[in-house]
């Protein structure tokens, strides 16, 4: 039932490491969104895709790779991984961007700490 | 490009007292106006939107929020608070028929008993 999906709720891990975050849509919606919120509650946008296609792409390090397998996925993989990448990483998603208000649902946040 | 601008980072008050949390906006196109707000250790959900016609908006759980195009602001009110409205809330616009969300920093408020 749940609307937007992430996995894993929490994740630990050691610096350089490589992890991946997975996010799930069942509302049927074409835009999909990850974002950063910081220790501060300051939240960022990084990518968006539409219907598999990419179209934010935020000032964000390379280390950083979302993957869209079809338009009810979007995953986050992140590259040797730093301690600045701990945050919670919250995935939304909406009606087609360019139509409609851009109402978001998001999913319950990731959050990441990186040792 | 369009900015918001949440004008206090905290606002305590005391349950069963009435709130205001400010924002204001800027922006060169028309657009649609949002309060979301962000319980602890969970995702934000919409409290309310603005997208035309009356400037008094009705969201969830009590709240509401007037548009004002003159001043540029979108407060958001609630005659009488509770414990459980203690969260993180952040208000938003999206330029009609644009790319991106802008979110405000966030307030935070914080009912006491």
């Known amino acids: 039932d749940t609307a937007v999906s992430q996995t894993p709720k929490y994740l630990v891990t050691q610096m350089g490491n490589d992890k991946s975050i997975k996010c799930e849509q069942n509302l049927g919606h074409d835009t999909m969104y990850w974002y950063k919120q910081d220790s501060k509650k300051f939240l960022k946008i990084m990518f968006s895709y539409n219907n598999k296609e990419l179209i934010i792409n935020e000032t964000v390090p390379n280390r950083f790779s979302p993957k869209s397998p079809d338009k009810a996925h979007l995953n986050l993989h992140i590259n040797s991984l730093e301690l600045g990448d701990s945050a919670v990483y919250f995935c939304?998603?909406?009606?087609?961007?360019?139509?409609?208000?851009?109402?978001?649902?998001f999913g319950p946040g990731t959050r990441l700490t990186v040792l | 490009a369009q900015s918001v601008t949440q004008l206090d980072s905290q606002v305590p008050v005391f349950e069963e007292a009435p709130v205001e949390l400010r924002c204001n906006y800027s922006?060169?196109?028309?657009?649609?106006l949002f309060w979301y707000v962000q319980y602890p250790n969970q995702g934000l959900q919409l409290l309310l939107k603005?997208?035309?016609?009356?400037?008094l908006v009705k969201g969830i759980n009590g709240f509401e929020a007037e548009f004002n195009k003159s001043q540029t602001s979108f407060h958001l009110r609630k005659p009488s608070v509770h414990i459980s409205d203690t969260a993180e809330y952040f208000c938003?616009?999206?330029?009609?028929?644009?790319?991106?969300?802008?979110f405000g920093a966030g307030t935070r408020l914080f009912v006491k008993a």
């Open positions: 939304a998603s909406s009606l087609r961007f360019d139509r409609g208000t851009n109402e978001q649902f």
């Open positions: 922006s060169s196109v028309s657009v649609y």
């Open positions: 938003a616009v999206h330029p009609t028929g644009g790319f991106k969300t802008i």
């Open positions: 603005y997208l035309s016609g009356s400037t």
